[in-house]
């Protein structure tokens, strides 16, 4: 990759490949001297003793141990630049500069009412990342202590998503996020919780208990296949749903504290794609659209040189304005829901 990079000239790598590439394709860029950008991070390891209260290897930890020769060479590598992690790291850097005084707790809020006709089970995302993500230790972020872990799909809480999807109930879910907004924007809290439902809950801790969510290599007959590789081949590809998909998904950055009037405050950051709408106008399922428009608009801004700097950052280490307007030059709004405080 790195060869390739040099010999075709490139200005950037897009990484929009499974999780577990991003140390190989981030280490190329690197190398060949090139900026990079991906939508997930490095791999997470729970911690040895203590999974459920204790960090391990966080996500993005490889990435950001490099942050200084990513410095020395000039070049910079944006991280977390889908739509969760991505536009809603850049909804929490604009409710930092342009609504709250203080934030008491920022938390990332997905939810949706997307129905798949034809299967009785069908993620709308990646299964493999998919399992990554709720079955891995959640992280939290507090004031003082720093990040800590739960227990998967721990807190649960009802919450209200606009456009007509109504309440959700979320749980708490492993998510670049939480590793990201703190190292740039103070609050006291940063969480990310996920509306699953009961039924996608259950069929992801049966996987577990049976052993097929592991990554590790078991032997069947003459072949040595990895269990999760399994699950993902036997299931539907997410991106061929868009047919079979009707409804609406939302991501969404949900942030508390004082406002700049020094009043209490609470919004709710969000971005809605009717999956009629984003077949009808790409002939692209909700979900696969929602994520892959944003690292489009962050490219563009790359180039243009409006987001700049170097090293390792995180969306939210970089102005939302010009991000926030060109989306909506897409055809791509966002909104913003005022809440009254502690109504949840």
């Given at each position: 990759?790195?060869e ?6 490139c200005d950037?790598l ?9 140390m190989?394709l981030?280490?190329?860029?690197l190398a ?10 490095s791999l ?6 203590e999974?459920?209260r204790q960090?391990?290897?966080?996500l993005?930890?490889?990435q ?6 990513w410095e020395k060479?000039?070049?910079l590598a944006l ?13 929490a850097?604009y409710a930092?500069?342009k609504?709250?005084s203080e934030?008491?707790e920022i938390?990332?809020?997905d939810?949706a009412n997307?129905?798949?006709d034809?299967y009785?089970?069908?993620p709308?995302?990646s299964?493999?990342?998919t ?7 959640p ?8 990040w800590?872990?739960t227990?998967p ?6 919450f209200?998503?606009?456009a ?8 708490n879910?492993e998510?670049e996020e939480?590793l990201?907004i ?6 006291q ?10 039924e996608?809950?259950?069929?992801l801790?049966a ?5 097929l969510?592991?990554?590790?290599p078991?032997?069947v ?6 269990p ?8 539907p590809?997410?991106a ?8 609406l998904?939302c991501?969404?950055?949900w942030v508390?504290?004082?406002?700049t009037?020094g009043?209490?405050?609470e919004v709710y ?5 009717d ?7 790409y002939?692209?399922?909700a979900?696969?659209w929602q994520?892959a428009v944003?690292?489009?608009?962050a490219?563009e801004l ?9 090293g ?5 280490a970089l102005?939302p304005?010009p ?5 909506t ?5 966002w909104?913003?829901e005022e809440?009254?405080p502690a109504?949840?």
């Open positions: 990759m790195a390739l990079l040099t010999s075709q000239r950037v897009l990484n929009a490949t499974d999780p577990r590439f991003v190989p981030f280490r190329a860029a060949a001297g090139k900026h990079y950008l991906d939508m997930a991070m997470s390891q729970p911690h040895p003793v999974p459920y960090t391990g290897v966080k993005g930890d490889e950001f141990e490099l942050a200084g020769e060479r000039d070049r991280a977390g630049m889908g739509v969760e992690p991505g536009l809603s790291d850049v909804f850097r930092a500069d609504l709250f934030i008491n938390g990332i809020r939810g997307l129905v798949v034809g009785e089970f069908a709308t995302f299964i493999w990342t399992i990554e993500e709720c079955l891995n230790p992280v939290i972020w507090e004031r003082g202590t720093g800590h872990t227990p799909f721990s807190e649960p809480e009802v209200y998503f606009p007509g999807i109504g309440h959700v109930e979320c749980v879910v998510h939480v990201l703190p190292r740039w924007i103070d609050a809290r940063v969480t990310f919780k996920y509306g699953l439902g009961a996608f809950i259950d069929v801790q996987l577990h208990k049976t052993g969510d592991s990554t590790e078991v032997q007959g003459d072949a040595r296949v990895s999760r590789d399994v699950v993902a081949a036997a299931l590809d997410p061929t749903l868009g047919d079979r998909m009707h409804g998904t991501a969404g950055t508390t504290g004082t406002g009037d009043r209490p405050r950051l969000y971005h809605v794609v999956n009629a709408w984003s077949m009808a106008e002939g692209s399922q979900v696969v994520t944003n690292p489009v608009v490219l790359m180039d243009a040189g409006t987001w700049s700097g170097a390792v950052l995180g969306p939210e102005p304005d991000f926030l307007d060109l989306l030059d897409y055809g791509s709004p909104a913003m809440r009254a109504s949840r």
